[in-house]
């Protein structure tokens, strides 16, 4: 049977939340890096590990893009 890949929360001491998906940072619910806003720190936007501007991720979240081109379903690699 396959392994999907493993999500979790971390929660730091002073507040700050990561969503993390298979070791990299990832979220299509919202901000994947969260900081209390005692910090006066922008929310940070991941898919995949890769950080994006609020609007990249609203694009991307419409439309459910995300995964790099060499994870796609409909691409094959041919050598």
């Keep these: 049977m396959e ?3 493993k999500e979790q929360v971390l929660k730091k001491e002073d507040g700050t939340v990561a969503y993390v998906l298979d070791g990299r940072l990832h ?3 919202g901000p994947a890096l969260r900081f209390p806003k005692e910090l ?8 995949y590990g890769i950080h ?6 609203d694009d991307m979240r419409k439309n459910r893009e995300g995964l790099p081109f060499y994870k796609q379903s409909g691409t094959k690699i041919r050598n």
């Design 52 to 57: 994006y501007t609020k609007e990249q991720w």
């Design 27 to 29: 979220s299509w619910d």
């Design 40 to 47: 006066k720190q922008k929310d940070e936007y991941y898919i």
């Design 3 to 5: 392994e999907y890949a």
